[in-house]
T-cell receptor
Framework: DVKVTQSSRYLVKRTGEKVFLECVQDMDHENMFWYRQDPGLGLRLIYFSYDVKMKEKGDIPEGYSVSREKKERFSLILESASTNQTSMYLC????????????FGQGTRLTVV | GQNIDQPTEMTATEGAIVQINCTYQTSGFNGLFWYQQHAGEAPTFLSYNVLDGLEEKGRFSSFLSRSKGYSYLLLKELQMKDSASYLCAVRVDSNYQLIWGAGTKLIIKP
């Protein structure tokens, strides 16, 4: 059974804290993605990665960074958390072939207070 | 710009049929996906269309018209467990990025 695992379901952090969200996939997928999901806005891409140590900015990268040191792990970092980063964060992975779907983790609901 | 439109919410009756529409205006097109997302859970893949026409998969079917920038998801013999949000997403180029609609919340009533 394919699996994408995010390290936390719920997190509460203080403004200004550095926050790490971890994602691990066990499908040997090349592509990994970080999205945030807010009501009425749909999924918005923060960063994605096609390979180890490779990263590309998505639509809303400001205030975030990522790390992919190993193929199975893709980390999202909030350098200095702010209240407008309160959201649901979803990690996804997909293989390198064109018509395959993405598999999602269960999501991390982050609240910044 | 990139835009995907879906109705915000729909209501249907158990056992009936419902059609959820998705229209898109994007800079390119390299396939359209439908996902289902139950409240508080991750999206799960339902269907993929890249050529015009209907793709049937059990109770669910998905249709695509590239010339009209239009797709629909058809759910037959509705069950209570079909209550969920349905997300439409378009891949606009070959680098696997997706543009997502805001989703349609489907409410099934007995």
């Amino acid at each position: 059974d394919v699996k994408v695992t995010q390290s936390s379901r719920y997190l509460v952090k203080r403004t200004g804290e550095k926050v790490f969200l971890e994602c691990v996939q066990d499908m040997d997928h090349e592509n990994m993605f970080w999205y945030r999901q807010d009501p009425g806005l749909g999924l918005r891409l923060i960063y994605f990665s096609y390979d180890v140590k490779m990263k590309e900015k998505g639509d809303i990268p400001e205030g975030y960074s990522v790390s992919r040191e190993k193929k199975e792990r893709f980390s999202l970092i909030l350098e200095s958390a702010s209240t407008n980063q309160t959201s649901m964060y979803l990690c996804a992975s997909s293989s390198g072939t064109e018509n395959t779907e993405a598999f999602f983790g269960q999501g991390t609901r982050l609240t910044v207070v | 710009g990139q835009n995907i439109d879906q109705p915000t919410e729909m209501t249907a009756t158990e056992g009936a049929i419902v059609q959820i529409n998705c229209t898109y205006q994007t800079s390119g097109f390299n396939g359209l996906f439908w996902y289902q997302q139950h409240a508080g859970e991750a999206p799960t893949f339902l269907s993929y269309n890249v050529l015009d026409g209907l793709e049937e998969k059990g109770r669910f079917s998905s249709f695509l018209s590239r010339s009209k920038g239009y797709s629909y998801l058809l759910l037959k013999e509705l069950q209570m467990k079909d209550s969920a949000s349905y997300l439409c997403a378009v891949r606009v180029d070959s680098n696997y990025q997706l543009i997502w609609g805001a989703g349609t919340k489907l409410i099934i009533k007995p």
